[in-house]
């Protein structure tokens, strides 16, 4: 398989197979080529001539989407395309249609039947009248699962999924892999995509690496370890934050008291300028909310100062004036504007240094400073015109932390900064986060994922039932001793004190 768009080679030559009843795992830094590949799986794209593709040893007709899908190529894409607001049984609908009776009436017993007996070969018991918007998110998963293999018995061969796991909390991750398992059972091949190391080696048989667009190599996952799946992907070993934590003094330039909204309760801390704190909990253990919640995004009570100045409670504007950025973990509802350009969303924070008096904006000027921002950040690729929709994942997250370091905040809030990004993209967002701490700016981290947190953090608060119940500094942390504090499965300290808490 072979793709070039312009001048750019996003794909050259690359060869696998996957077998019937395989899980195979595809991986490799954002802009390797996995978006690529499967968009041209999907006929999305038009492959290059001595592209070639077989299912069952027939010969699939490429560039058409409604021939993959007759060769058998079903996807569940990391945007699941559900309708929060329909049941279970509408979305399973949505495409397909429903079975109808007299007069055109939709036969719902027969469609609920139907879906629930789907939805338990899948390994979920649920009721398919509740809205999507209910469910889990591994059920909300495995409803799009189930959506894509409607038809599996007849005529499904292969299921890609791609970064299905990127939203779902660690505890959700054994339900969706249950049921991968039981298709793969049926005999399916399946094709996941993740940027999650670990789940490689639980999931999948064999692994292929992409680099730069084309193959390193395919390998038997028990043959294989992290660190060299690592340096395969990158082509270099990835090194952890080795920062010493720092010590805490002056005045802080955040504070918090009797912080509390839907789900936080209470909570008190400080940040102080030059220090990265780390925000670690459970779904709904408050974690998803907090960040939101200092930046006025969601109602709160509790007072929240910068540099000793109240900010009014539910006025995102009014933090921003204040000093704070944020950068959500949606990125795509709420991080960024997918159809316009990098330039374009790079400066809606502040266009003021472009504006002439008579309000037009000095393109050189603005195209000038996006391009050493891109730079600075290693976008890729480097063109400050191409529509934001264009990028990789992992790029895309460097304009949205472009688009607030260009404002030199006090305060940076980041809501799962690194998730369904590559290694490579990983390590220099930490080293981006080190550097802002590094001149002066105070970071918060909110994040499930706890490796994150002992890698860049100097202090990780740890939030269950809304509570914070623990403070750890950077060398006492221990990714063993936060999952149990997590879990509620170890004190917090002795006698129940929290350190670190100014409450």
């Known amino acids: 398989m072979s793709k070039s768009f312009g001048a750019t080679r996003a794909l050259s030559d690359v060869s696998f197979e996957i077998a019937a009843g395989e899980v195979h795992a595809l991986v490799g830094q954002n802009g390797s080529g996995k978006s690529t590949l499967i968009k041209l799986l999907a006929g999305v794209h038009e492959a290059e001539e001595g592209s070639a593709v077989e299912v069952d040893g027939v010969l699939v007709p490429l560039g058409h989407p409604a021939a993959s899908r007759a060769a058998g190529f079903r996807f569940v894409h990391q945007d699941l395309a559900l309708v929060n607001d329909l049941s279970v049984v509408e979305n399973l609908g949505l495409g397909r249609g429903f079975s109808t009776g007299f007069g055109g ?48 018995e007849a005529d499904a061969r292969v299921l890609v999924l791609d970064e299905p796991t990127s939203a779902l909390p660690s505890a959700e991750v054994a339900v969706l892999f249950a049921s991968i398992r039981r298709v793969a059972a049926r005999g399916l091949g399946v094709l996941y995509v993740s940027h999650r190391l670990d789940e490689i080696f639980a999931i999948a048989n064999r692994v292929t690496v992409l680099r730069d667009g084309s193959r390193v190599g395919t390998f038997e996952t028990r043959q294989m370890t992290e660190a060299r799946l690592v340096s395969l992907m990158i082509g270099q070993a990835v090194l952890r934050s080795s920062a010493p934590a720092r010590p805490r003094g002056g005045t802080p330039v955040l504070e918090a008291r009797g912080l509390t909204g839907s789900e936080v309760c209470g909570v008190d801390f400080d940040a102080h300028a030059g220090e990265v704190l780390g925000f670690v909990g459970l779904t709904g253990s408050g974690r998803e909310e907090i960040l939101q919640l200092l930046f006025g995004a969601l109602p709160r009570r509790g007072v929240v100062r910068v540099a000793g100045s109240d900010v009014p409670p539910g006025s995102p504007r009014a933090s921003i004036s204040r000093g704070m950025a944020l950068v959500p973990a949606n990125r795509h509802r709420q991080g960024l504007i997918l159809e316009m350009s990098v330039r374009e969303n790079c400066t809606l924070t502040d266009l003021r240094p472009f504006r002439t008096r008579l309000g037009a904006i000095r393109r050189r000027g603005e195209l000038a400073e996006v391009s050493s921002w891109l730079t600075r950040l290693d976008v890729r690729p480097r063109d400050p015109t191409k529509t934001l929709a264009q990028l990789s994942g992992g790029n895309q997250q460097k304009v949205v932390l472009a688009k607030w370091l260009r404002l030199e905040p006090r305060v940076i809030l980041l809501d799962e900064p690194t998730q369904g990004i590559d290694v490579g993209a990983k390590a220099l967002i930490h080293g981006l986060i080190r550097k802002a701490a590094d001149e002066g700016a105070a970071v918060i981290v909110a994040t499930s994922d706890d490796e994150e947190i002992r890698d860049v953090c100097d ?36 006698g129940g004190a929290v350190r670190g808490s100014t409450g």
Do not use: C, N
């Open 105 to 152: 009436r939709i036969r719902w017993g027969s469609e609920r039947r139907e879906a629930r007996s789907m939805m338990r070969e899948l390994g979920f018991e649920l009721d398919v009248r509740r809205p999507v918007g209910e469910l889990a998110q591994a059920e909300r998963t495995g409803v799009a699962i189930a959506r894509a293999l409607w038809d599996w």
């Open 459 to 494: 202090l990780a608060y740890v939030l269950r039932d809304g509570e914070l119940v623990a403070v750890r500094e950077r060398s006492e942390l221990s990714i063993d001793e936060l999952g149990l504090l997590k879990h509620g499965g170890a004190p917090a300290m002795p």
